[in-house]
């Protein structure tokens, strides 16, 4: 009898460990990362990734911040005109300025969002604007809206966006 006891004892009392375990687990947040990680770690955000170490943004994307990316997607990137990324990838200095007219100092959650320019940090004017549930900069729809990082957020668009010729 005291076999069954101290099995069944036994039983329950792993039985309350795997619990607290799988509940501790899932409880424990997850830390948010930079916006240098956390566009790295995004699958449909690979070709962006690429252009950041192109253009020597990385540690700009790990610091401090805050920024708002306004993130191509890698289907964005897919559909510019052939030829197109291969020649800007040989001038980092024109990689360095496209992917600044994608962003804007300070966090700028999608609920935010007026209907009004922003200054990217290339020093250009971004038309944001809202209706409803939907962001648009410039051309682009925000295809996925607060990507939330350390150091800012990431709006990712359906649209690689082009700075104004100087």
Same mark, same amino acid.
């Given at each position: 009898?005291?076999?069954?006891?101290?099995?069944?004892?036994?039983?329950?009392?792993?039985?309350?460990? $795997?619990? /607290? $375990?799988?509940?501790?687990?899932?409880?424990?947040?997850?830390? !948010?990362? &930079?916006? @240098?990680?956390? /566009?790295? *770690?995004?699958?449909?955000?690979?070709?962006?990734?690429?252009?950041?170490?192109?253009?020597?943004?990385? +540690?700009?994307?790990?610091? !401090?911040? !805050?920024?708002?990316?306004?993130?191509? &997607?890698?289907?964005?990137? *897919?559909?510019?005109?052939?030829?197109?990324? +291969? +020649?800007?990838?040989? %001038?980092?200095? %024109?990689?360095? %300025?496209?992917?600044?007219?994608? $962003?804007?100092?300070?966090?700028?959650? &999608? *609920?935010?969002? *007026?209907?009004? %320019?922003?200054? @990217?940090?290339?020093?250009?004017?971004?038309?944001?604007?809202?209706?409803?549930?939907?962001?648009?900069? +410039?051309? $682009?729809?925000?295809?996925?809206?607060?990507?939330?990082?350390?150091?800012?957020?990431?709006? /990712? /668009?359906?649209?690689?966006?082009? !700075?104004?010729?100087?």
């Amino acid at each position: 009898m005291s076999y069954l006891l101290t099995l069944r004892f036994t039983r329950r009392a792993a039985l309350v460990c $795997a619990t /607290i $375990a799988l509940v501790s687990a899932c409880a424990t947040p997850q830390k !948010p990362v &930079s916006l @240098a990680d956390t /566009i790295a *770690k995004t699958p449909d955000l690979s070709t962006l990734n690429g252009l950041v170490k192109t253009a020597g943004l990385t +540690e700009t994307l790990q610091g !401090p911040g !805050p920024f708002t990316i306004f993130a191509p &997607s890698d289907a964005a990137f *897919k559909v510019l005109k052939a030829g197109t990324l +291969e +020649e800007l990838s040989k %001038n980092p200095a %024109n990689v360095k %300025n496209l992917l600044l007219f994608h $962003a804007v100092s300070g966090a700028v959650a &999608s *609920k935010d969002v *007026k209907n009004s %320019n922003a200054k @990217a940090v290339n020093g250009d004017a971004l038309a944001l604007a809202k209706s409803g549930d939907f962001v648009t900069v +410039e051309n $682009a729809f925000v295809v996925k809206a607060d990507v939330m990082a350390s150091n800012g957020v990431i709006h /990712i /668009i359906d649209t690689v966006l082009t !700075p104004p010729k100087k």
